[in-house]
């Protein structure tokens, strides 16, 4: 067997590698290579490790060292330095925002060490595309566990008992979902296990970073399910825009499959049980349960009325159980380790009632105005200060929080005074808001809230399919009158004629994307009702977003003259000579914001 | 660059597919891949080989964001206006793009080479705001260098075209 | 790979657990051997390649080996430091391809000094 020194632990997630990190992995190997130490060090491609905000990330076991932002100019040195003589290169370890000094172990670091690690148990610690290192880590033992010491009735009493609730959105009980597949009568005994990978919210990235980091503890929830359930077949619908996704179910299905894992007979039990995968072809709408199965079976995909369940009859008519990526990963780490053991984290009492509380992690991503953008996974009932100042570091640029956003389109937004509120399904409905996939944007004060419920309701206008009325044109109408507001031209009566349209929605639209669109709108007028005021009655957008309502100008105090500005303007509006105060024409500007962006010294502001 | 499929290619998509009535969505797929958009040609071979009518294709073609009935540049621009880009200067970001390629969102240029795409959300919310050509995704990308950007890679394409 | 049955998986997970055990940041004991400019002449490198063929041999991975530069005793090299876990770190110098290896059985796997090759106890301070 080849035992190897050092194992070095290569961020191969979409962020990582989109900063470079693959060739980052070259220069490793290259520089191992000519030292010779291509013995005694392993160079590992791993999944997405969840701080994205300060890829490339190299992790150096066994010493546990963490390095950052790594390009490939810098591993000569760092491969000498750390490799040959042992000395860790001070100036890529992380150093927290605002402090001087660096932390070198990963384990130190405050954003790693506040996680609990179930879905995403494996991250940064596997090569993804290596069945062994899934098995080395406990990989299909719960899948060995449940088909050959319990029957599929003990494993579902597991999964009910652990209160496992579904981690798409709706935060319905896994345990009573597979409950009433098993049950729903089928003439030929067909049933089939599903799972949505059609990840759709926009500011949600976890069913990603768990298929591209850890596909077979997907694959080994769905063979467990489909035990417990009875399925023969099984269904992965990913969504197109995740090429990287799709490849490494692929090459997992196919592992799976040659080791007996997957297809007749697995393991020698005598189950048999396959799965398929589908390609989305890009709609928003079809990670609804309906609309979903209605593009497996090659329709368009539409949701239609739910009077009759799709656990009795969803895809073709058949018993069909959906869970979501996430969901799916949590079960192997539940059977192997007991419903008791799950129940330790999170809020409330599932003993008696499933929807009594919610149990175990749930993996967030952190994105918007915050130090550390990634992706996190922390126990049920943590306050969203924790999630925000703890892990995430606090906010960007020393600016002040406005809002956090969670449940991405479904969801709404949280003003400051509720930081202290504990994060569940049903805290986060309560105040408004809901868990949803688990999106979770961070606002500060140059953020403004009617444009950013203007957003959400022009995206879910561009995604309804426009199946029924109160959906496609209740959008159509909110998306006018924000739209409206925005430019300046709201007027009296609007936020009741938004509410009023919200209500009817509310009631009438067919499906969960209709009914859960007016969300961000009322969130936003419940907590910040006096911006759309100010938008209505002062033509004011204090954020400075909206367009219509502001202008540019230069900081007199603050500008330096270096002429980037005037060289990014597209329509030559600011004048101004070299190291001289520069100026905007507000005649000829067209607020394009190129000049924002552009300056350096934060001189351009919007008034 | 070509922008037909022939028949054979269809039919060979059609057999890669098992000439299945729940694959034709990823038939669609593969022609769109192709043929940078869905012939009128291939989706009667279609409707021929696998026995589904016309109009489910249509509906299916028109439905889906992933098809496009004109023929989409050699080279997507797609830009990412999800919510965290969107706080991270998105819109100045498309905006940008437009200039520069001197095209609305959704349209081709001129001489087919690209095509700009604003899309919902390609799942790198940290990397924010996020833009991919082709299949490369950048990230940390603003209205200030994204000109970069593209010129770096239009000259690269140029280029390649010449060797 | 093979088809799997219930025991090959466990046997396979143990065999590949055993492997990685590295990467899992376990170790029992960590070794560092000196290979700075004066290390590597004095015969370092053939110290370090002697350690990691015997815990080879011996199917050992949870020993960590880690280099290090100068110890600053250039005339003792080659040099090796042991440190077990909730222990004083150990210093061995004059070291060749012989006597690592039986520090390696005597005190990384045995748990006691090999005091004739050992040259002090504990680490410099730091600062």
């Known amino acids: 067997m080849a035992v190897k020194r050092l ?34 060090v392993d160079v590992i491609p791993t999944g997405c490790n969840g701080f994205c905000g300060v890829g490339p990330i190299l992790l150096v076991q066994p010493d546990g060292i963490f390095y950052q932002q790594l390009r490939p100019r810098d591993i000569p040195h760092l491969v000498e330095e750390h490799l040959l003589k042992g000395r860790p290169v001070q100036r890529h370890l992380y150093t927290p925002p605002g402090e001087k000094g660096t ?17 995403l148990r494996n991250r940064g610690m596997i090569d993804p595309e290596k069945i062994e290192d899934y098995i080395a880590r406990e990989g299909y033992q719960a899948a060995a566990k449940a088909l050959t010491t319990m029957s599929p009735q003990e494993v579902l009493d597991v999964v ?46 976890m069913d990603r970073s768990i298929i591209e980091g850890d596909p077979h503890s997907v694959l080994e929830g769905m063979i467990i399910g489909a035990y417990a359930i009875g399925a023969t077949r099984g269904f992965i619908y990913v969504r197109q825009e995740y090429p990287l996704a799709l490849k490494r179910f692929m090459i997992a299905l196919n592992q799976a499959r040659e080791s007996g894992l997957l297809g007749e007979d697995i393991l020698g039990t005598g189950f048999s049980f396959d799965i398929e995968v589908h390609r989305g072809a890009g709609a928003f709408v079809c990670g609804e349960s309906t609309a979903l199965m209605a593009s497996l079976e090659g329709n368009v995909g539409e949701p239609r009325a739910k009077y009759i369940h799709t656990v009795e009859r969803g895809l073709w008519n058949m018993p069909s159980c959906l869970n979501n990526v996430e969901t799916w990963a949590n079960v192997p780490p539940i059977i192997l380790h007991g419903a008791e053991w799950f129940t330790q984290l999170g809020t409330g009492d599932v003993s008696e009632n499933p929807w009594g509380g919610s149990k175990g992690t749930k993996v967030f991503s952190l994105a918007g105005k915050i130090n550390n953008t990634g992706l996190v996974e922390v126990p049920m009932g943590i306050t969203l ?34 930081l202290d509120l504990e994060v569940d399904f049903d805290t986060l409905t309560a105040a408004g808001s809901m868990m949803g996939s688990g999106g979770m944007l961070v606002m500060d004060e140059d953020d403004c809230m009617v444009d950013f419920a203007r957003f959400y309701i022009d995206f879910l206008m561009a995604e309804s399919c426009g199946k029924c009325t109160p959906c496609r044109e209740g959008l159509r109408n909110m998306n006018m009158i924000l739209q409206r507001i925005c430019d300046g031209k709201g007027q009296e009566g609007d936020i009741e004629l938004l509410e009023e349209i919200s209500a009817c929605m509310i009631d009438a639209a067919l499906c969960a994307l209709g009914t859960s669109a007016p969300n961000p709108v009322l969130s936003t007028i419940k907590y910040f009702r006096e911006e759309y005021e100010e938008h209505i ?39 101004g000579e070299t190291k001289k105060l520069h100026v905007i024409d507000p005649n000829v500007c067209d607020r394009c914001g190129a000049c924002y962006d552009a300056c350096t010294f934060d001189a351009i502001i919007r008034v | 660059m070509p922008v037909e499929v022939s028949e054979a290619q269809v039919h060979e998509i059609v057999e890669r597919w098992q000439r299945s009535e729940s694959f034709v969505i990823e038939m669609l797929q593969d022609v769109q891949h192709e043929a940078r958009h869905l012939p009128r040609s291939a989706l009667e ?18 439905f889906f964001k992933a098809f496009s009935l004109e023929p989409r540049g050699e080279h997507m621009v797609q830009v990412c206006v999800g919510s965290a880009c969107h706080v991270k200067g998105a819109p100045r970001l498309v905006h940008a793009c437009e200039r520069h390629l001197g095209i609305k969102s959704g ?28 299949d490369e995704l950048h990230g940390h990308v603003t209205s200030a260098n994204v000109e970069r950007l593209l010129k770096r890679f239009q000259k690269q394409e140029k280029k390649a075209e010449v060797t | 790979m093979a088809r799997l049955s219930v025991q090959s998986l466990n046997a396979l997970r143990d065999q590949l657990q055993a492997e990685r055990a590295g990467r899992e940041g376990k170790c029992r004991a960590t070794v560092i051997v000196h290979m700075g400019t004066c290390g590597i002449s004095a015969g370092a490198r053939q110290v370090m390649t002697a350690l990691l063929g015997a815990l080879e041999e011996r199917g050992i991975a949870d020993v960590a080996v880690s280099s290090s530069g100068c110890a600053g005793m250039c005339s003792r090299e080659p040099m090796a430091t042991v440190q077990r876990p909730g222990e004083a770190p150990v210093k061995y110098a004059d070291l060749d391809e012989k006597k690592i290896v039986r520090v390696l059985d005597e005190h990384v796997i045995g748990g006691s000094i090999v005091k004739e090759y050992a040259l002090a106890m504990g680490s410099e301070r730091a600062g």
């Open chain 1, 7 to 40: 194992h070095l632990m290569v961020c191969a997630g979409t962020g990582c590698v989109s900063n470079k990190s693959m060739e980052v992995k070259a220069a490793l190997e290259t520089e191992i290579e000519k030292h010779g130490l291509a013995a005694e």
């Open chain 1, 103 to 119: 932390i070198p172990l990963m384990s130190d670091i405050p954003f790693f060490h506040a996680q609990v690690l179930i879905a």
């Open chain 1, 160 to 205: 009910k008992a652990s209160g496992l609730r579904g981690r798409g959105g709706g935060g319905f009980p896994t345990g009573i979902k597979w409950e009433s597949t098993k049950r729903a009568p089928s003439e030929n005994g067909t049933r089939w296990v599903i799972c949505n990978a059609d990840e759709g919210d926009p500011g949600a990235f």
């Open chain 1, 385 to 418: 200060r924790e999630i925000v100042f703890d892990i995430g570091g606090g906010i960007a640029n020393g600016k002040r929080l406005k809002s956090v956003q969670t449940g991405g389109p479904s969801g709404g937004c949280l003003p400051e005074e509720l």
């Open chain 1, 537 to 575: 009655r002062e033509g004011k957008c204090r954020a400075g977003v909206c367009k219509a309502l502001i202008t540019y100008k230069v900081d007199a105090d603050k500008c330096s003259g270096c002429t980037l500005c005037a060289r990014a303007c597209p329509v030559n509006a600011i004048t």
């Open chain 2, 45 to 62: 071979q279609i409707s021929r080989e696998v026995g589904v009518p016309m109009t489910r294709l249509y509906h299916l073609a028109t």
């Open chain 2, 107 to 134: 349209e081709t240029t001129a001489d087919g080479k690209f095509s700009l795409e604003p899309v919902r959300c390609l799942g790198c919310c940290g990397l924010a705001a996020v833009l991919t050509i082709d």
